[in-house]
């Protein structure tokens, strides 16, 4: 666990769009829906999820921040039979990743991004106006229930100092 820079590679998702205060019940909310289609869809078991956080929350308005909660597109997972979500490419590139086990609370995570942003200052590196992520390497639909923490990777585009 700790803090790295990374040239990490694109990655394909589908998952269901939130706009609104990150954090706030109306994401959770969203989660449970991506969750319960997953589950409708055989998908709950050793798929990789993803959230992308499209806005910084001190630049735009809370009501409009937006937020894809989904997953990674597994191996022979067919698009077009899948209508009802929506696919996106997460662009390749150099990313901060801050790798931290994360008590499940918006304190939780937002501690854990001030964390990184705090580190990407201190490293003097620049930050890049693109999609921020989190990876869930240990979570899927049927494996969050009763947690407590979870461990998550926080992704964050840079241009290296030097």
């Known amino acids: 666990m ?3 820079v990374k040239n990490c590679p694109e990655l394909r998702m589908g998952g269901m769009r939130y706009v609104g205060p990150y954090g706030s019940p109306g994401m959770i909310e969203n989660w449970g829906k ?3 289609w997953m589950a409708e869809h055989n998908l709950a078991k050793g798929v990789q999820m993803i959230g992308l956080y499209w806005d910084d929350p001190a630049q735009v308005p809370a009501d409009q921040c937006r937020m894809d909660a989904g997953f990674i597109l597994p191996e ?3 698009e077009d039979s899948h ?3 929506q ?3 997460v662009p390749s590139g150099t990313y901060a990743v801050l790798s931290e086990d994360v008590a ?3 304190e939780g995570f937002q501690a854990a991004w001030g964390k990184l942003y705090q580190w990407i200052h201190q490293q003097g ?3 890049v106006q693109a999609v921020n992520y989190e990876l869930y390497p240990e979570l899927d639909c049927d494996s969050s229930e009763n947690k407590t923490t979870m461990r998550v990777d926080i992704h964050a ?3 290296p100092a030097g």
Do not use: A, L, R
């Open 83 to 85: 209508t009802d979500i």
């Open 125 to 127: 590196h620049q930050t």
């Open 104 to 106: 499940m609370n918006s």
């Open 2 to 4: 700790g803090i790295e």
């Open 34 to 36: 991506m969750h319960k």
């Open 157 to 159: 585009p840079v241009v």
């Open 76 to 78: 022979g997972f067919s």
């Open 87 to 89: 696919y996106q490419s």
